[in-house]
């Protein structure tokens, strides 16, 4: 009675495990030969991703039946005395189990940069887990031959209806790859890459973008949707669209300064001109065709490259670096699509996204191009030059952070490179890495800052981002630029009247101080420290920088002052400034960032990186003067000068943000001359 009572139960439970195989087998057929052709076969085609998507599913169906199998397997095998085949087979399903608690980690989640060595171990698992599967199954094989009753197991266990339904699966998902991959390609229009305008017009030649120097892989435009949308990369990377939101980058176009400047260029020179300003302010009207008669620039509200700015691909989407000389001499180059990349439907574009989380190889390689990363990719659009077809005068320098920087010592390619171990990129002071919840993220939960930090205070503070401009400012007073008051020292004077010889008097220093109504000389030496390249840097013309030297006595009275501002926001013109003033052919003060009319400069004073500059001032101490006086030097910066800034902002001009980068403070004693001795 009790030998049939458990004859009964075993046969049950082999029963439920034939019942949940039947379903198990084909799903791991069908998740592991999907697996294995998607990693070693290369390349990123349409029936790989198919192919991925069948694998997902594949893998949840396998992952359903897997635990309950195992529980019914090891139940029905616990009486097995075969060491090896016990082992193995606790190996195996330990492997399987591992496999799937990864794999759905994955399909859930999805991928990420700190979590990479997931997606290596579950493919590792997935080679060891068919090695030990192979011993199990041998060393099972090899007990059958022994015990007939094991073989009769055996063989029932893989019954007819799980080998049926194997051959199903693998022929549905073959069949459903191959002509999910045929519709696709056949039916699916995707991108149209052709100018948005028509009877679009080389006004500058044959080149599309002249007198931009872009380019692009195939010399054609770019379909709206390849470079536009970044929006849509905040499915993913949350933090760092919301920094980019916040940046100067994502304001290239909408920039009040920029607009009236491009509307100006487009009144005067027409707006196939503007090309050479929106291949670095507005990329997505420059590539996608909008700019000839008929089309809309990125100063327009009514564009997309207005809210675009230089937008997520307008870098990500560079390849390499055309030349150095600038102008946007950068080459775009289209990423590998995921399935309905281009596609507006909500659920398409689902899935599209999805693909991108569980297989990101493809994403990575064309969003982390070894590009972004060079400073060659700055010098593209912070490097300038201006041509004969644009000013009718000739070829002109102009801005040219880049080569600044390759003269600095921070570039590690200079006689003064001892001073640092490692080359200090552009990237590293603008982009610095920070923590942050992102899939990017490193292992140590960094992300590269999109804040793009640099010099421009106006764009913050009239969009009311007090952070990012509190965020700036303090960038600018980080100690990258200082300023040093050389305290006055008589080569004649006194300390005291007691005698000190000859010999060591070289050694002493001289005292500090200033007679009543002395003409007073002294040096403001302000040093550019830790700026990669010259300082001021960019738009030297528009941008005022100067120094604010001010002298008082002890009550507070005001001896000397220079650099003051007005209540009108004027800077004194006495002050002394680190600024450009460029020109036209006729000699007249070329004042509104019109570019195009300037042949040269009449004034150009900036310091070059790890270098000074010192300006002599000069004097009067009055009797009446307090003792001691108080003597201090500050180095202002205003984004706009206040010609500029009343011709873009109007009134407002004179409430823009003024910053403090740097400031040194010395007191000065003052003395009596003592009346000259008579002699007798």
Sequence with gaps: MSTNLKKTRSLSTLQLEQHKFKYLLPALLVSSISGFST???????????????????????????LIPYIALHVKRILGNRKLWVLISGVLSAAMLAAMALS??????????????????????????????????????????????????????????????????????GFCFILFASILYSQFYTGYKDQAIVNNYQYSYGDHPFRPSETETELNTFVDEKRIAGSLN?????????????????????SDVAYVKNINLLEKTKGIAATRYCEGCHAPVALLTGQLSPGGMHGGNEDSVAFHEGVSCMACHGVRDVVHLKGVASYRFAQPEDYLFAA???????????????????????????????????CASCHVQFMDKNLNNWGWLKMQDEYSAWLASAFSNQTDQSFAHEEAQRCQDCHFPLLK????????????????????????????GDNDHLVRTQEFLRSGKIK????????????????????EIRPSLETPSYYYLGDKANLNVVVSNDFVGHNFPGGTTDINEVWIDFKVTDAQDKLIYRSGEVSKDGIVDKQAHFYRSIPIDRYGKHVWKHDLFNMTGNIYKNSIPSGKSDI????????????????????VRYRKFNHQYGQWVLGDKAKLAPI??????????????????????
């Design 233 to 253: 990369c905040a499915e993913c990377h949350q933090q760092i669209v919301d920094q980019w939101r916040a940046s100067i980058h994502s304001q290239a176009a």
């Design 436 to 463: 942050g919840d992102d899939p990017s993220a490193d292992e140590q939960g960094q992300i590269v800052s999109h804040l793009s930090i640099a010099a421009n205070t106006v764009i913050p503070w009239l969009k």
């Design 615 to 634: 300006v002599e001032y000069a004097f009067d101490v009055p009797y009446w003067a307090q003792s001691p006086i108080v003597i201090s030097a500050v």
């Design 103 to 172: 794999g759905a980690y994955i399909a859930i989640w999805g991928q990420s940069e700190k979590l990479r060595w997931l997606f290596e171990w579950h493919v590792r698992l997935a080679f060891v887990f068919m090695a030990v599967l192979f011993f199990h199954l041998f060393f099972y094989g090899l007990d059958t031959v022994v015990n007939k009753r094991h073989k009769k197991i055996f063989l029932e266990n893989i019954d007819v209806e799980a080998k049926r339904l194997s051959v199903y699966a693998l022929l549905f």
């Design 39 to 65: 990693y070693f076969v290369a390349g990123h085609s349409v029936w790989q991703q198919w192919a991925v998507l069948s694998h997902v599913v594949s893998g949840a169906v396998l992952a359903l039946f």
């Design 343 to 377: 596609s507006d439907n909500t659920i398409a574009t689902k899935l599209h996204n999805y693909l991108i989380s569980v297989r990101p190889e493809q994403h990575r390689r064309d969003m982390a191009r070894d590009v972004l990363a060079s400073p060659k990719l």
């Design 659 to 680: 910053t403090d980068m740097a400031s040194d403070v010395i007191t000065v004693p003052l003395r009596q001359k003592a009346p000259l001795a008579k002699n007798f």
């Design 483 to 502: 300023v040093t008051i050389d305290p006055p020292r008589k080569k004649q004077a006194t300390q005291s009247k007691f005698f000190v010889e000859q």
